[in-house]
C-alpha cells in the first residue's frame, strides 16, 4: 500500500495523513469548493477537487471518491469518521473497483449500522440488553402492553437512528401511542427508515464504551473503555479515558462483551462497542459503531496505539502485533471537542472567521485541528473546530492541564465551547466522578462561562494585535518565496 485516499477533511484528515506519513505512504486529499483552501489539502500530496461545498455534492458522493482514487493512483481509502464511514453501499462500491477500504467490511457495517440486526448479533454471545423489545415495532396495542410489561418510563428508539433522532421518553401508557407517533415520523424523516423499538428507559445513565481492534487472522482485542457522558442533545462533547467508576472486575467483563460482539460479525479494524450503565453498574449493549470514534485520542494516550496505523496495516492484511496481555492503561486523558457553538444559546452553531487561533501547547497537551488564524468556518459542515486532549499521570493532572491548556487556547471571531469545557472541568460533579449524561441539564446555567468575561476578551485582544505585528514582519521578510512543500505539491 503505496497511497491512500483521506475521504474526509479538516482535522481528522490532516490526523490520518500524519500517521501514514510516519509510515511512508503518500496521501490523497480530496476537497469540496469550500475547502480549496483547507490545512489537509494542503499538507497531503496530492489533493483532488470533487464538487460544491454541500457534501451532498462532494463528500458524500462515492463516485467521486472512487474517480479520484483512479486520477491518482490510490490503491485504499480512508473514510475517516462521518459522510461515508459506516455507508456499506459505499464499502461494497470501494470493494467492486477493487481498492481497499481502511475499515470493516459491508455486511459487519450493515448488521451493525441497524440497533435491531446489532442486538440480535450480539445476543448469540449473550451480551446484556436493557429489558425491551427484540424486533421492531409494528403493533401499537401490542408494543403498549410490551412497555407496561418492561415498565415506564420507557424509551422509544429508531432502529436506524442516532444522534438522538427518533428517540421519545414516554412516562406513562397515557402517553405511549402519541409519543410512539411522534418517533416513528421523525426516524422515517431522518433515516427513511421508520422502524423504532422499545427499551426501559435508564434514568441516570453513563455512557461507556470499549475500543475494539480486529484483523483477518481472527484476532480480536480491545483497548479498554472511554467515559463520553457529559453530552449535549445526545452528542458527546466531553470524553476521558480511563472511566472514573469502573472496577478492575467490570472493566474485564465489559472488554470481553465488546470483544464478543466484534466477534459477532467477524470484525476487522477499529470499531466501538458502546453501553450505558446504571446507578448500580450494571452495564448494557447500546450499539457499534463500525469507524474509528471521534475521541479515539484518548484511547491512544493511555493505551500507547496509534490507531490509525494499526487500521493501515490491518487493511494490508497483517496480524495485530500485540495481544491483549500486552496492554495496560498508563495514566489518564480527558478530550474536549472545540466547537463553533454557543453554550449560551443551546449550543447553536456559530460562523464567522477566526481572527484569532492560537492553539495550546505543552507537556501533555495535544491539539487534532484543521484550521488556522483567518480562516472561515464554513456553514455546510460539522462545527467542530479542534480536539484538544491533555494527559497525565492521573485524573487530577490531566483535568488541571486540560484546565490550563484552555486558559491558553486564544480563539476570536467565533463563539466556541471552550468555556464550557473549563465550567465542567472545575465543576464538583466532574471532578468527584459522580455525574451522568444528564450533566448539562442539571448544572449549566447559560451566561456564566468562564471565557465570557472582560478580563477574558481583553487578553485576546491584546493577543490578537501582537500576533497581527508578529505576522506583518514575518510576512516582509517572506515575502515572495515558496516553501518546497507547496512548490512541489500536485493538484489535480
Not at 479515558?241 to 459477532?264: H, N, W, Y
Not at 492503561?329 to 453554550?343: C, F, S, T
Request: charged residues 25%.
Amino acid at each position: 500500500m503505496q497511497k491512500i485516499l483521506i475521504a474526509n477533511r479538516g482535522e481528522i484528515a490532516l490526523r490520518v495523513m500524519r500517521s501514514a506519513r510516519e509510515m511512508g505512504i503518500k496521501t490523497v486529499a480530496v476537497y469540496s469548493d469550500a475547502d480549496r483552501n483547507a490545512l489537509h489539502v494542503r499538507y497531503a500530496d496530492e489533493a483532488v477537487h470533487i464538487g460544491e461545498s454541500p457534501s451532498s455534492k462532494s463528500y458524500l458522493v462515492g463516485d467521486k471518491i472512487i474517480d479520484a482514487c483512479r486520477k491518482t493512483g490510490a490503491e485504499a481509502i480512508h473514510p475517516g469518521y462521518g459522510f461515508l464511514s459506516e455507508n456499506a453501499a459505499f464499502a461494497r462500491l470501494v470493494r467492486e473497483a477493487g481498492l481497499i477500504l481502511i475499515g470493516p467490511s459491508p455486511e459487519a457495517m450493515e448488521i451493525m449500522g441497524n440497533k435491531l440486526s446489532a442486538k440480535a448479533a450480539a445476543l448469540k454471545y449473550n451480551i446484556p440488553m436493557v429489558p425491551g423489545t427484540e424486533e421492531a415495532i409494528t403493533d401499537i396495542n401490542e408494543a403498549k402492553l410490551r412497555a407496561i410489561e418492561v415498565g415506564f418510563p420507557i424509551l422509544i428508539k429508531a432502529a436506524a437512528g442516532g444522534g438522538g433522532k427518533g428517540m421519545r421518553i414516554v412516562e406513562s401508557a397515557a402517553d405511549f401511542e402519541e409519543q410512539m407517533q411522534l418517533a416513528v415520523s421523525e426516524a422515517t424523516s431522518a433515516f427513511g427508515d421508520g422502524s423504532v423499538f422499545i427499551e426501559r428507559y435508564v434514568s441516570s445513565p453513563r455512557h461507556i464504551e470499549i475500543q475494539v481492534l480486529g484483523d483477518t487472522h481472527g484476532n480480536i482485542l480491545h483497548l479498554f473503555e472511554r467515559d463520553c457522558s457529559v453530552q449535549r442533545r445526545h452528542q458527546k462533547v466531553i470524553e476521558e479515558a480511563p472511566s472514573f467508576i469502573l472496577t478492575p472486575e467490570i472493566r474485564e467483563q465489559m472488554g470481553k462483551c465488546a470483544v464478543d460482539v466484534a466477534r459477532s460479525v467477524n470484525y476487522t479494524g477499529a470499531g466501538t462497542v458502546e453501553f450505558i450503565m446504571d446507578e448500580q453498574l450494571n452495564f448494557y449493549f447500546l450499539e457499534m459503531n463500525t469507524r474509528l470514534q471521534v475521541e479515539h485520542p484518548v484511547s491512544e494516550l493511555i493505551s500507547g496505539v496509534d490507531l490509525v496505523k494499526e487500521q493501515i496495516r490491518i487493511a494490508r492484511g497483517e496480524a495485530i502485533s500485540f495481544r491483549q496481555e500486552d496492554l495496560k492503561i498508563n495514566g489518564h486523558a480527558i478530550e474536549l471537542r472545540v466547537y463553533a457553538e454557543d453554550p449560551d444559546n443551546n449550543f447553536l452553531p456559530d460562523i464567522g472567521t477566526l481572527q484569532t487561533y492560537v492553539a495550546p501547547k505543552g507537556p501533555g497537551v495535544r491539539v487534532d485541528d484543521g484550521f488556522e488564524q483567518g480562516m472561515e468556518i464554513p456553514i455546510y459542515y460539522d462545527p467542530m473546530i479542534a480536539k484538544l486532549i491533555t494527559y497525565g499521570k492521573d485524573r487530577t493532572e490531566a483535568i488541571e492541564r486540560m484546565v490550563r491548556a484552555i486558559d491558553e487556547y486564544r480563539i476570536t471571531g467565533i463563539t466556541t465551547t471552550l468555556g464550557f469545557g473549563k465550567f465542567v472541568m472545575q465543576h464538583e460533579a466532574f471532578v468527584s466522578g459522580n455525574f451522568d449524561t444528564h450533566f448539562v441539564q442539571k448544572y449549566f446555567t447559560p451566561g456564566l462561562q468562564n471565557n465570557n468575561d472582560n478580563e477574558a476578551k481583553i487578553a485576546a485582544l491584546v493577543m490578537d494585535k501582537l500576533l497581527r505585528e508578529q505576522h506583518l514582519k514575518i510576512a516582509d521578510v517572506a515575502d515572495g518565496e515558496l516553501s518546497n512543500w507547496v512548490r512541489n505539491r500536485r493538484i489535480v
